[in-house]
């Protein structure tokens, strides 16, 4: 399909691009990427009136009266300060983006009916779309980072049916369809919102706004648009995103070598591939697939040494490779569990930070993600240089306020202790935990905050002592030190691995015997109780105990040889495992 495609492009080359791009064969193209219909955009497709889309009243703390602009400019820098509001943890973006709606629809009627002395333009539109476009944006963000948003503090409030990331992309999406004639620019803002939502629906949605542009006379899709739809792809979980991400690629370097002028990659569009690839190898790497895994990298990083050929020869800076081309690589191959792919994503950061150090040129300068990535790598791999690889780059992270590690860098490492073989692991992930505490106490800073997963990995690290019978016993005081900790935390609180993960521990650190039925006992009892009792738990319990302990933890549902079945378990048990 894509080479008759190409054909008869190249058969019509003497034709302008508006002809070109009405025959079909671009649509035949996204016709491909299309495979079930977007119900929304189907529904909101026709031209309509903008009043039956939406506000059933509004609050403005922040609003003008209408009729106190004095000029278009000073009406479109009203709208731009209230959309700028739209990108901050620290308003009620959804008040926010129905506010600038709702004061450029009265702009607009006061000057349909010849009450006001400007019309409101396209810039004006485009400003109220790109309102719900960061409103979408934080809502998404804010979900990822646990970050509960403000409420509208105003007296009247405002009635409006968004409370998502969906509910915001979706009411900018139906204010754009409803426009007449809505500009390039239109269409690539509610793209940028819909890749940046992380929903499921943003492919298809994208596919099929990038089809209506190329079906509309008066707009024509560029680079940023492809882009957008790279993003989308690339930022969604679909085991088909790699291969969507592919063809797209190669379509738009196609209609670059056909003379598109319009559409051209840059480094920009590579590092939306490079996402891409990291992402499929996140989902390989879930599927034990560590072969594909592998192969998967090498694609990266021959993509990423391609464009440095690129760039090289042609001095094209949209072609420079920058610090996200190197952490997406580098993210690849931390996904491989090998020490050949580990040693790979050494070297390129090693690389990079030459290229920062011989240029100073900011695009090349490591950002926390590239070291937490190359840490993360070499927590994955089994190696005795992994501790002290991971403690160099966390040394070095340090040094610089732009590169301090985080939570997530701290969790990694603690990963990595937990695959040592150093019997006196159980210090060292301790050690890090009271760092972070530390750190954390210090600054206030979220980003650095032991969360429930950074406990529970520690835990995981103490139950894999495997030294004497007195290291494993300080092991397992540092495993329940961590769970009194965890509980203590107002942050967060143990969920059903942190109990299920303990009980492992126990049984790897302590003799069989009345002692460890009894401490077996004990924290089982109290997943049941906080309802957090899963089938591991069960599981790494019959492990622990005699058939009699076990019954009597089940409160009889076992039979006499201490077998269970888990759905037959109390419901309440279970009430809040996740």
Not at 469 to 480: D, G, N, S, V
Not at 527 to 549: C, E, H, I, P
Request: charged residues 25%; glycine residues 4%; proline residues 4%.
């Amino acid at each position: 399909m894509y080479g008759e495609n190409a054909q008869r492009r190249r058969r019509r080359g003497g034709e302008s691009m508006m002809q070109h791009r009405n025959t079909g064969g671009l649509l035949c193209l996204l016709y491909l990427f299309v495979s079930s219909s977007d119900a929304f955009l189907s529904n909101n497709s026709q031209k309509s009136c903008y009043r039956g889309i939406l506000l059933q009243s509004t609050a403005a703390p922040l609003r003008q009266e209408a009729s106190s602009f004095q000029s278009l400019e000073d009406f479109n820098a009203h709208l731009e300060r209230i959309a700028e509001k739209c990108g901050s943890y620290k308003e009620p973006v959804i008040a926010r983006a129905a506010e600038c709606q709702k004061l450029w629809e009265e702009e607009k009627e006061h000057a349909d009916a010849g009450s006001r002395s400007f019309q409101p333009d396209l810039s004006s539109f485009e400003t109220m779309l790109t309102a719900w476009s960061k409103c979408t944006q934080t809502l998404a963000k804010s979900r990822r980072d646990h970050i509960e948003l403000p409420m509208d503090s105003s007296s009247d409030g405002i009635s409006i049916n968004v409370y998502t990331p969906l509910d915001a992309v979706k009411r900018a999406t139906a204010l754009l369809l409803a426009h007449p004639e809505p500009g390039l620019s239109s269409y690539n803002i509610i793209m940028d919102a819909w890749s940046k939502s992380r929903v499921a629906e943003a492919p298809d949605a994208n596919e099929r706004l990038l089809r209506r542009m190329m079906e509309d006379k008066t707009v024509e899709p560029d680079t940023n648009s492809y882009n957008l739809l790279l993003d989308a792809w690339a930022n969604s979980n679909r085991e088909n995103s790699l291969e969507k991400v592919t063809q797209i690629y190669k379509h738009m370097e196609n209609l670059r070598e056909e003379g598109n002028t319009s559409v051209s990659p840059s480094i920009r569009t590579i590092n939306a591939v490079l996402h891409a690839h990291a992402k499929h190898a996140a989902l390989l790497t879930k599927q034990n697939d560590f072969d594909e895994a592998h192969r998967c990298a090498a694609a990266a990083l021959e993509i990423l040494r391609e464009a440095q050929r690129r760039y090289e020869e042609t001095n094209d800076p949209e072609w420079q490779p920058d610090v996200a081309s190197y952490t997406s690589c580098i993210d690849v191959h931390s996904r491989c569990g090998s020490y050949k792919a580990s040693r790979t994503a050494q070297d390129l950061l090693e690389e990079l930070k030459g290229l920062y150090a011989k240029t100073n040129n900011g695009n090349y300068k490591p950002n926390f993600r590239t070291y937490t990535s190359v840490v993360t790598a070499w927590s994955r791999t089994r190696s005795d240089v992994s501790p002290k690889r991971v403690e160099e780059l966390m040394e070095e992270m340090a040094k610089a306020p732009a590169t301090k590690p985080n939570a997530r860098t701290y969790t990694a490492a603690i990963q990595c202790w937990a695959r040592a073989r150093d019997p006196l692991k159980a210090k060292q992930v301790l050690k890090l935990l009271m760092e972070m505490r530390e750190e954390y106490q210090k600054t206030g800073s979220k980003d650095i905050q032991p969360t429930t997963v950074t406990y529970n990995n520690a835990i995981d690290a103490c139950a894999r002592c495997q030294g004497n019978e007195q290291q494993k016993t300080e092991a397992l005081k540092i495993a329940f030190a961590i769970l009194k900790t965890v509980e203590l935390d107002e942050s967060c609180s143990p969920d059903n691995n942190t109990y299920s993960t303990l009980l492992r521990a126990v049984t790897f650190l302590m003799p069989s015997g009345d002692a460890r039925n009894k401490v077996c006992l004990s924290v089982f009892d109290k997943a049941k109780k906080q309802g957090l009792v899963d089938f591991m738990a069960v599981k790494n319990l019959r492990r622990a105990v005699d058939v009699s302990t076990m019954i009597r933890a089940l409160e009889g549902n076992a039979d006499r040889n201490g077998s269970f079945v888990y759905p037959d378990l109390p419901p309440s048990w279970s009430r809040n495992c996740s």
